[in-house]
């Protein structure tokens, strides 16, 4: 599929469980473990869809959304 995903989840079961999903459903996918390292990770570029915990540690995921919308 060719389709990038990134999951930015900071609970571990299910950053786990949404890329095993994604991953047998044939999505290239990487994670995130916190606002930061998302942040980070999205300001790289090449993502299709980003999958955005809200309460996230470091920065919170509404947070990162308005640093990328800046």
């Known amino acids: 599929m060719d389709k990038k995903i990134l999951v930015a989840e ?4 299910l950053r786990q469980l949404y ?3 994604l991953k047998a459903e044939g999505y290239a996918t990487e994670t995130a473990i916190d606002g930061q390292d998302a942040l980070t990770k ?9 999958l955005l915990d809200i309460i996230m540690p470091k920065i919170s995921g509404l ?3 308005r640093k990328v919308k800046e």
């Open 63 to 65: 947070d990162v959304l």
């Open 42 to 50: 999205i300001s790289s570029g090449g993502w299709d869809l980003v």
């Open 19 to 21: 890329t095993d999903v």
């Open 10 to 13: 900071d609970d571990e079961f």
